[in-house]
């Protein structure tokens, strides 16, 4: 789901543009193509990823790498400022200010996810004063006020990466996360229908129990047990809308032993019982 605060002020055939705004809060995670500052002004709110929580206080700064899905909960009076930041013609940055690999990395997530900058840290009152100026420049909107929205981008990118906040991380070390991945979860889809334990599946994959967990979590945002039942569920719903077995023996061919679990699992995943999905 991609979200856009406002509308853009800058020319869209800028090398990027930048938009200024207040943070929309939603109940639901979201992800955004573009890469996202955010200025707590005020109160306390948790960021949560698949793969770190946050937890932000008055004053801190945050940044969101494009397409992470993330969730802004534990809201205690919180108030955000956010520039978002679109590279929405990556060939026209110049080697000079914004290097195509750092595009690359942030746009395609090979890079920091998210990163919390606090007061009192090495760069939060440079990275305050890129936001501020170019806030305000975005609103009064002085000659030339491009140029300085810009150049305080290029600034805070700049004390994102020299401050290591933002790390780009090693494509081939990632590719062998996904082959690993995508052998546990062949291994996962063939045998799903059994009983099927997380042991199981390091066993048979030659991966650590912690490291399929590990794999799951970062690159899937859920958890083997989720997998799992997710492919259970949905073998269960073809099998109760393409045939006329009990729901006990659907339950048993879909790899659940527990009548009981398999209906509240069902109910919970669908938002209707076995018998309720059948008659649908």
Known sequence: ??????????ASSSAFRVVCGEMIFTEKSISHHEALFGCLKSGSVTLETAESELKLREGDIYFVSPNTRYKLTNKQNAAIDVITVNFTNPAAVTQDYLPQSIIRAMVNGNCTNVARIKSGDAAHDR???????ATRAESEKPEFFQLLVYGKMYEAFYELFANKYVRVIDVE????????LQRVTNYIDEHYIDGLS???????????????SHLFKE?????????????????????????DSPIIEIAAMSGFNNLSNFNRAFKLYFGKTPSAYRKA
């Open 1 to 10: 789901m991609s979200i856009e605060l406002l509308n853009a002020t800058s």
């Open 127 to 133: 990275l305050l004063d890129c936001i501020n100026i």
């Open 173 to 180: 070390s990632k590719s062998k996360k996904y082959r690993a």
């Open 198 to 212: 997380l042991d199981d599946v390091a066993s048979s994959t030659g991966i650590s129990r912690y490291y399929v």
């Open 219 to 243: 690159l899937m945002d859920t958890t083997f047990v989720g997998y799992v039942n997710e492919l259970r569920l949905n073998r269960a719903a073809m099998l109760l809308m393409t045939s």
